[in-house]
């Protein structure tokens, strides 16, 4: 069955650094890939979509990369804030299922 | 424009008894899936369902059923409740169903039950 691994439970980064959350996933070939965003107590909120022939998808402070042949996703937070602290899940995308990671606590230290 | 709606918000049942949770998905959006997402843990997917069909199903025991309306609102049945289903359950929406048109999905703030 497919499995999916976030870096790290939790992450601790000083504000303005580069947060950087891996996703990799194995026994699963996904078309796509989205990254969440989720605060405690609330539903995710979705933040990037990456098409598997797309290596690489940017929104604002927000990078994304996807490596089909490592099966691995990178998350990139640039300029980091305190208001970036959250829960963050990635989520590789099928035809007809999406499965999430257990996610990457992060906390941008001022 | 209203977002994903569920109720209700929080919930208390005691172990064998049956639960119904409900959704209504944003405007104009014709699918609406189901997850359950225990404290510590990402959504697992129950279900999806697109114009009132059962399009995708998760991991999950018979006891967990759902249906799509007209409306293209959603409920989300579990009968025979045990203490291990006490966990977020989060409704999303979406324009179409399946997820190979790289769809976005948009969570409900979910629907918190204790199973006692």
């Known amino acids: 069955s497919q499995k999916i691994e976030q870096n790290s439970e939790a992450l601790n980064i000083q504000e303005g650094k580069t947060a950087t959350l891996t996703c990799n996933y194995t026994n699963y070939s996904p078309a796509y890939l989205q990254w969440y965003r989720q605060d405690p107590g609330r539903g995710p909120v979705f933040l990037l979509l990456i098409r598997e022939n797309e290596k690489e998808k940017r929104k604002e402070r927000l990078k994304v990369t996807f490596d089909t042949t490592l099966k691995q996703s990178l998350f990139h937070i640039t300029a980091s804030q305190p208001a970036d602290s959250a829960t963050y899940l990635c989520a590789p995308t099928g035809a007809n299922n999406l499965f999430f990671g257990t996610g990457t606590r992060l906390t941008v230290i001022p | 424009d209203a977002g994903v709606t569920q109720s209700p918000t929080h919930l208390i049942k005691t172990r064998g008894q049956q639960v119904t949770l409900r959704c209504s998905p944003i405007?104009?959006?014709?699918?609406v899936s189901w997850y359950q997402q225990v404290l510590g843990q990402g959504p697992q997917f129950i279900f999806q369902?697109?114009?009132?069909?059962?399009?995708g199903r998760g991991n999950f025991p018979d006891r967990f059923s759902a249906r799509q309306f007209p409306n293209y609102s959603s409920e989300l049945n579990v009968n025979a409740l045990l203490l291990g289903d006490s966990a977020l359950y989060l409704c999303?929406?979406?324009?179409?169903?399946?997820?190979?048109?790289?769809?976005?999905?948009?969570f409900g703030e979910g629907s918190w039950l204790t199973v006692v």
């Open positions: 369902y697109y114009e009132k069909e059962e399009r």
């Open positions: 999303a929406s979406s324009l179409t169903g399946g997820w190979s048109s790289g769809n976005t999905i948009y």
């Open positions: 405007s104009g959006h014709k699918s």
